[in-house]
C-alpha cells in the first residue's frame, strides 16, 4: 500500500514550512510587510508542492513521498505520511488557494493583521496535514487543531453575529470528532494498529463495521456538511471574513468527503454497501435542499453556501456509487466546487468592500461600472451551473453516468437540483451584471486593480483548463480509484462469515 520512503521530507516540508513562516511573521512590525511576507511565502509553498508532480507515478495506487517515524511508541502511535492520487489533488488544491486568501483579505482586514495572517498559517499546516496523514491519531490531531484557527477567523474577524457563528461551527464539529475519535480506538482495539494503509483491507465483522461505519457517517457528514446536518455551514459562512468563507469552501468542506473516501469506503466496505443506498438518497435531499434554498436568498453569501450544500450532494453521490465512474466525478466535484465557490465567495467579498452591503438589490447593475468584474463572476456562475465547457461540467456528468448504473429514478430526481442551480446562477449573473432599469448608483467604483485580477486569474484558468482538458487530473487519481473500487467492492460472503 505505501512506496518506498522518499530520500527528501517534501510533505514534512509542506505541512511544517508555515509554521516557520508564522515565527518569522511575529517579529515584522510593520502591517504591510506582514501582508507581503505571507503572500510571499504561501505563493512559494504553492510553487514547491507543484515539484510533487513530476515525481508522482499515477500508474500505481501506492502511497508515495512517505515519511515515518516512531511518535509515541509506548502507544504504537507513529508519524506516518503519504499521498495517493486523491489526496495529492487535495493537497495541490490547498497550496493553490492558501495565497488567494491573503489576497482576498488585503485591504478587507483592518486590524490585528498579525494574528489574522497566523491563524491563515495555521489553517495551512493542519489541513495540508489532514490529507497526509497515514497514522488514524495523526489524522485526528491535524483534523482537530483545524477547528482552533478556524473558529478565530469567524469570531475575531466576522459579522455582528460572529461569536454565535463560531461557537455554533466548533460545537457542531467538535461533537461530530467524539464519533470520529471512538471509532478510531475501536478500530485499534480490533486490529492492532493505528496505521491507514494496515486498517485498510483488514478483515471485521459486519456487525462491527456497521456501527463504525456510522461514526464515520456522523462525523463525515457533519463536515460535508450533508443535510441534515448542514445547519451550521450558512451561519459559518455569512459571518466568516471572505478568506474564512473561502477556506471552509475550498478545503474545510473537502474535509467530510475525504474522510468518506479514505476511511469508510476502505475500512467498512461491508456497511458500506448496506448504507449506499440511504446515502445517495440523502445526497440527491442535498442537492434539491440546497438547490432551491439558494433559489430563495437575497443574500449573496447565503446564496453561495446554500450552493455548496447543494454541490457537495453531488461529490457524496458520486463517492456511494461505489465505482470508478462516480468516485472520480466525486473527486472533480470536490477539486472543482473548490475552484468555483472560492471564486464566487471571493466575488462576493469584493462586492462587499465596495459598496458595503451583502444584498442582491444592492449590487444590482454593478457590472456595467466594472466589466473585468463582471466578466470574472460570469465565469463563475456558468461553472457553477455546470455550463458545457468548464471545470464542473465533467465532474458532475461522471458523477451522473456512476450514479445511472445505480438507479435511473435516483438521477432522474437530481434533475430538479440542476435546473435549481442554473436559475439561481442566471438570476444572480443577470442581477449583478445587468440590474433593472433603476439601479444604485454605481458610477464612482472602480473596476478590478491588479490586486484583484492576480486574485481571481489563477481560478478562471482552472475552469476553462479543466473543463477542456480535464484528463491529466483524472489520470492522476485513476489508479487510486480503481484500487478503492476494489476494497469497497470485496466478496462479501467472506466478511458476512466472520464472527
Known amino acids: 500500500m505505501t512506496a518506498p520512503t522518499d530520500a ?29 511576507w505571507t503572500l510571499g511565502f504561501t505563493t512559494t509553498a504553492a510553487l514547491f508542492s507543484l515539484l510533487l508532480l513530476p515525481r508522482f507515478d499515477s500508474g500505481t495506487h501506492a ?8 511518535w509515541i511508541p509506548a502507544l504504537e502511535i507513529n508519524y506516518t505520511l503519504g499521498v495517493d492520487g486523491i489526496s495529492l489533488l487535495l493537497v495541490l488544491l490547498t497550496t493553490l488557494i492558501a495565497p488567494l486568501c491573503v489576497l482576498a ?8 493583521v498579525r494574528e489574522f495572517l497566523i491563524a491563515l498559517l495555521l489553517m495551512e499546516t493542519t489541513m495540508i496535514g489532514v490529507f497526509c496523514a497515514l497514522d488514524t491519531i495523526l489524522f485526528f490531531v491535524f483534523w482537530e487543531a483545524m477547528l482552533i484557527p478556524m473558529a478565530l477567523l469567524i469570531g475575531v474577524w466576522g459579522g455582528p453575529r460572529r461569536i454565535y457563528a463560531s461557537l455554533k461551527f466548533f460545537i457542531y464539529t467538535m461533537a461530530g470528532s467524539v464519533f470520529l475519535l ?14 491507514l494503509p494496515a486498517t485498510m483491507g483488514h478483515p471485521l465483522g459486519a456487525g462491527f463495521q456497521a456501527w463504525v461505519f456510522g461514526a464515520f457517517f456522523i462525523s463525515f457528514a457533519i463536515k460535508v456538511p450533508m443535510f441534515p446536518f448542514h445547519t451550521w455551514l450558512p451561519a459559518a459562512h ?5 478568506a474564512g468563507s473561502v477556506l471552509l469552501a475550498s478545503i474545510l468542506l473537502k474535509m467530510g468527503t475525504y474522510g468518506f473516501i479514505r476511511f469508510a469506503l476502505p475500512i467498512t466496505p461491508h456497511a458500506v454497501q448496506e448504507f ?29 453556501a446554500y450552493s455548496s450544500v447543494s454541490h457537495m450532494g453531488f461529490a457524496t453521490l458520486g463517492i456511494f456509487a461505489l465505482n470508478s465512474g462516480g468516485i472520480e466525478g466525486a473527486t472533480l466535484v470536490m477539486i472543482n466546487h473548490g475552484i468555483t465557490t472560492g471564486g464566487l465567495f471571493m466575488v462576493v467579498g469584493l462586492i462587499y468592500e465596495r459598496v458595503h452591503s451583502r444584498e442582491i438589490s444592492a449590487a444590482a447593475g454593478i457590472g456595467r461600472q466594472m466589466p473585468i468584474f463582471a466578466t470574472c463572476f460570469g465565469v463563475f456562475c456558468l461553472s457553477s451551473l455546470a455550463f458545457p465547457g468548464t471545470n464542473s461540467f465533467v465532474g458532475e456528468l461522471l458523477v451522473l453516468a456512476g450514479g445511472f448504473k445505480i438507479s435511473t429514478l435516483l438521477i432522474a430526481c437530481v434533475v430538479p437540483g440542476i435546473v435549481a442551480a442554473a436559475a439561481y446562477n442566471l438570476r444572480m449573473l443577470q442581477k449583478l451584471a445587468y440590474g433593472g432599469t433603476h439601479n444604485p448608483d454605481h458610477s464612482k467604483l472602480l473596476d478590478l486593480n491588479f490586486r484583484e485580477i492576480a486574485m481571481f486569474a489563477p481560478l478562471v484558468i482552472f475552469v476553462f483548463w479543466i473543463g477542456l482538458n480535464p484528463q491529466p487530473i483524472l489520470r492522476l487519481m485513476h489508479a487510486s480509484v480503481l484500487n478503492l473500487v476494489q476494497q469497497a467492492n470485496p466478496v462479501l460472503t467472506q466478511v458476512a462469515a466472520l464472527p
Open 8 to 36: 527528501f521530507p517534501f510533505l514534512s516540508t509542506l505541512i511544517f514550512s508555515p509554521l516557520a513562516a508564522l515565527v518569522v511573521l511575529g517579529l515584522l512590525r510593520s502591517e504591510q510587510v506582514q501582508r507581503w
Open 63 to 70: 502511497f508515495q513521498f512517505v515519511e515515518h517515524a516512531a
Open 105 to 112: 483579505s488585503w485591504s478587507y482586514i483592518k486590524h490585528r
Open 182 to 195: 471512538v471509532a478510531l480506538i475501536a478500530l485499534r482495539l480490533e486490529t492492532g494498529t493505528f496505521s
Open 238 to 242: 455569512v459571518e466568516a471574513p471572505t
Open 276 to 304: 449506499a443506498p440511504y446515502v445517495m438518497w440523502l445526497s440527491v435531499a442535498a442537492i434539491l435542499y440546497g438547490g432551491f434554498a439558494a433559489l430563495a436568498q437575497s443574500d449573496l453569501k447565503k446564496l453561495v
